[in-house]
């Protein structure tokens, strides 16, 4: 099993930047990559962000240049760094690690979720 623990969203006014962390632990060397998703009123989940564990990372069209993501391997911690926020940046964020079964199967576990909300 692996636990994943989210902080960091909030109300941010357009422009603006939040740094979003989750921290993992458990049977975390299962795990080959970790990301983050987000889940707008009405709409599905999208993958916002994710990094391997050899580091490649890839990135939704509509984030690409705004935001990055990290990781601390020494923290078990994984970072969302979100710049130049607008307001269709508003969701629920998710934090994801998906841990590889065969060469096309995966098991994805997910954090609780946290709100970020961009304001105009």
């Known amino acids: 099993q692996v636990q994943l623990v989210e902080s960091g969203g909030g109300l941010v006014q357009a422009g603006g930047s939040l740094r979003l962390s989750c921290a993992a632990s458990g049977n975390i060397f299962s795990i080959n990559a970790m990301g983050w998703y987000r889940q707008a009123p009405g709409k599905q989940r999208e993958l916002v962000a994710r990094?391997?564990?050899?580091?490649?990372?890839t990135y939704a069209d509509s984030v690409k240049g705004r935001f990055t993501i990290s990781r601390d391997n020494a923290r078990n911690t994984v970072y969302l760094q979100m710049n130049s926020l607008k307001p269709e940046d508003t969701a629920v964020y998710y934090c994801?690690?998906?841990?590889?079964?065969?060469?096309?199967?995966?098991?994805?576990?997910w954090g609780q979720g946290t709100q970020v909300t961009v304001s105009s």
């Open positions: 990094i391997t564990s050899g580091n490649t990372t």
């Open positions: 994801n690690a998906r841990r590889a079964i065969t060469a096309v199967t995966s098991y994805n576990y």
